[in-house]
C-alpha cells in the first residue's frame, strides 16, 4: 500500500524558512514523478513543485526563486526547502506521487505565515 506522510509544517513570521519533508511507504525512484501542491483556504488546490519523469525540477512562477524541491531515494522521501515566505504561501501543503495508474496523497500540513 503507498502512502505519503507530510510533516514540517508550522508558523513562521513573513520572510521566515520552513521545510517539509514527505516521507514514502515505498521505494522511490529518480524517474518518478513526484510534487508539492497547496491549496488555500476557498482555493484550489494548485501545483508549487514538481520533479517530472525526466528528473527536472519545475516550479509554478509564485515560488521561483524561494522554495526549493528535493528528494532523497536512499530514504524514500521528498523535500520542500521554503525561504522568504510570504503570507500569500498560507496553505495547507500536500505531496503527491502519481504511480500504478493512481494518483497517491499525503494527509497535508498546514503552513502559516503571518506580517
Known amino acids: 500500500q503507498v502512502q505519503l506522510v507530510e510533516s514540517g509544517g508550522g508558523s513562521v513570521q513573513a520572510g521566515g524558512s520552513l521545510g517539509l519533508s514527505c516521507e514514502v511507504s515505498i521505494r522511490i525512484r529518480s524517474l518518478n514523478t513526484m510534487g508539492w501542491y497547496r491549496q488555500a483556504p476557498g482555493k484550489q488546490r494548485e501545483l508549487v513543485a514538481i520533479?517530472?519523469?525526466?528528473?527536472?525540477?519545475n516550479y509554478t512562477d509564485s515560488v521561483k526563486g524561494r522554495f526549493t524541491i528535493s528528494r532523497d531515494n536512499a530514504k524514500n522521501t521528498l523535500y520542500l526547502q521554503m525561504n522568504s515566505l510570504k503570507p500569500e504561501d498560507t496553505a495547507v501543503y500536500y505531496c503527491n506521487l502519481p504511480i500504478y495508474n493512481q494518483n497517491y496523497w499525503g494527509q497535508g500540513t498546514q503552513v502559516i505565515v503571518y506580517s
Open positions: 520533479f517530472n519523469s525526466g528528473g527536472s525540477a
